[in-house]
């Protein structure tokens, strides 16, 4: 299994129980747990690979990774009463799973030789719109726009590092994992000690 | 015409009806019905086109598809005043939708020799996708994740009875008449009757 | 430089400013702006893209798209403050933007040698679905869809003029022209005069 594979399969998984959380928010049934599980954590890959024209599709290629949807989707109907506050849990593993999918998508662009700006945007875009698909379906505000938090933030960030870290030749795995580290580091800073980017406000203060 | 793209005249023309359907609810004109009945009509099926790299995608290759929505979008237009409970209507033609839209998705990935599950996921996204896209547009909560109700379960079931009846070598019209019918049966079902999955409840009751 | 990809670039433009105004509305930080401006700028031509299975997608083939929807936002970001009412702005840039989007859509399926039909159907796609994302990721009612005016319809009007003018062997740039100007002139003239279609009453006067 090469390394861009594992981290596919690694934010499937963790994208999976976000959207399982969300489920169990919205008292679905087992289909709905899995349906939004998968939806949520193959979504942003999936547009990753239609705007490349990667085809298959990664999931369509190797339907396991519905398979692991799947089975979070059924852990989480089973579990999620144990656990203190779903919400909690569902902002931080999306934290944890936008990390690693923002450098499984930076790091397929690398692969393809693709140039700088596609790197970063196909960083943010495989981080971001799993979740984005998630909130909007469930007729919610993106996470994605939540103010007041770095989000968008953190992927641009990481997948930059990924591009700049990929100028020195080191090896792809240190790489990537310096891309998650800052994404992964810049979010938890921001929900634990709220960190944040100024935000516009309508009127500034005079100077 | 291919039995594959009569189901596909089929799920396009009702469903074309309950996006219609939708935009006499918001009191929208007449190219208003239209853009929402080719929206829901045409949305599933180019999903599973786009996913397949089946180009060019279905109503790209014979925009007739567009003219039958747009024609029942006239038709709704000028005859819903007539009907008496509009969403009751919506509800019933959306299920006819459902069901052959599950068949004509599972259909297409049978004949272009995809694995099972993949089969089955082609059934579901092509079933569920544009009604999802319809609701979402409309900025409601989807049918789709309407608790208390079947609705991905029946898509589920219909399209794993296509995979299996396909194992038995039985010919095409039997195999997605059996995948029609149990989407619908079930859908029904739980329309008529209140079937249902169990629901995620936060807190189970104790042993 | 193609009067395509300028009619590309324009549409980017101006479509990215309507995108960083719902930023501004919703109080985002500027990576937000930039996501916002992104997203509504480029989302109706990716769409045109993938489904005339046209690729690199026109974005990914030259990332100066995104700097320009970038810049859009990061001007916005310091001067939305200075302008009076910031959803009439929204509203008229995004006239503009539809006008010279539609003119694009058609202009790149003419090229392609597109039947009529497909013409106006990616003129439409390409004019409406970038404001249609940016509005339901805002999770709001899509401007697409406000009753009482004239949006899809002014893309339907604008790229059947464009149809009909290529008929005649004009020059593309009077083809174009005059695809955005229908367009635009409906567009104004339902913002300024109120003009509309009748749009569908529940129950119409009795005759």
Known sequence: MTLLSLLDYGSVLIFALTGAL?????????????????LTAVGG?????????????????????????????????FTAHLVESRYNWLVW?????????????????????QPPM?????GMITGCLGGLMRDVVNDELPLVLK??????SCAFAGASVAVL?????LPEIVVLAA????????RAGSLLFGWQLPVYKSRPPRN
Do not use: K
């Open 22 to 38: 969300v489920a169990s928010r919205a008292q679905l049934d087992l289909v709905g747990f899995a349906f939004m599980a998968s």
């Open 45 to 77: 890959g999936t547009v990753r690979d239609v705007l490349l024209d990667r085809h298959p599709v990664f999931w369509v290629a190797n339907p396991t990774y519905i398979l692991i949807a799947t089975s979070a989707a059924v852990l989480v109907f």
């Open 93 to 113: 593993l999306d934290s944890f799973a936008l990390s690693i999918a923002v450098a499984a998508g930076a790091g397929v662009a690398l692969e393809l030789g």
């Open 118 to 122: 596609i790197v970063v945007l196909m």
């Open 147 to 152: 103010q007041v938090q770095l989000y968008v």
């Open 165 to 169: 870290a990929s100028f020195q030749d």
């Open 179 to 186: 891309c998650a580290a800052t994404c992964w580091g810049l």
